[in-house]
């Protein structure tokens, strides 16, 4: 009678103990389907400008992180620094799902790194690294700047003589013996005047001598 009545017992709290085992299952699979959402309910980043690892032409006025959802404006904390890990000026501001940093001088040539920490709407701390590099071409040399090739020079045309200053350097040819009335050349005339005087000191001597 006592073991009839141990056994019905036994029996009937096997319906019991499934029932618990199937309650607490149950239990379990509900606690995962609502702490799961729970778990991933951190606001992300979902878009930046300039995006990681970019690499911009022109240097960007200002850095925009946008999130999943609305950022608290507390405990935020933003660090730029360039490539010799120095740091870089800049301010920023919180609005909505958006933080944007704004370099106080523009941004010159070369790798920056972002690093920024902000609130999520449900008080979780965001800490978010972002990376960019600036590169601007070169300007090309504006027409005025090339240099233009050197005029070649002239000389100056030499100035006019004029017919004075020609007469005045040209040295006058010597004078020729001016000529005798009659044509006759002036050496002409002199020889024979000096042949009659010839004639007369001899027909003097000639003279004296016979007396």
Sequence with gaps: MNQHHTRNH???QYPMRAMRIALAAVLMALAA????????????????????GATVKNPPK????TFSG???PI???????????????????????????????????GTYSLVARVVSSDGHPIDQKLAFTVKT?????????????????????????????????TPEPE????????????????????LVGLGAVVMIIAKTRAK
């Design 62 to 65: 200002r850095i925009t992180l």
């Design 10 to 12: 036994a029996t009937a």
């Design 33 to 52: 389907v609502f702490m799961a959402p729970s778990a991933h309910a951190h606001d992300q980043l979902v878009q930046s400008s300039p995006e990681p």
């Design 75 to 109: 405990g935020d904390i933003v660090k730029l620094t360039d490539a010799d890990n120095a740091a870089v000026e800049t301010t920023h501001s919180i609005a909505g799902t958006e933080l944007t940093i704004t370099p106080v001088k523009p941004l010159e040539n």
């Design 137 to 169: 071409p070169a300007a090309s040399a504006s027409p005025s700047a090339v240099a233009s090739p050197a005029p070649a020079s002239t000389t100056a045309p030499a100035a006019a003589v004029s017919p004075s200053a020609t007469a005045q350097a």
């Design 175 to 194: 004078q020729a013996p001016a000529a005798v009335k009659g044509g006759i050349p002036a050496p002409l005339v002199w020889s024979i005047a000096g």
């Design 70 to 72: 609305e950022l608290k």
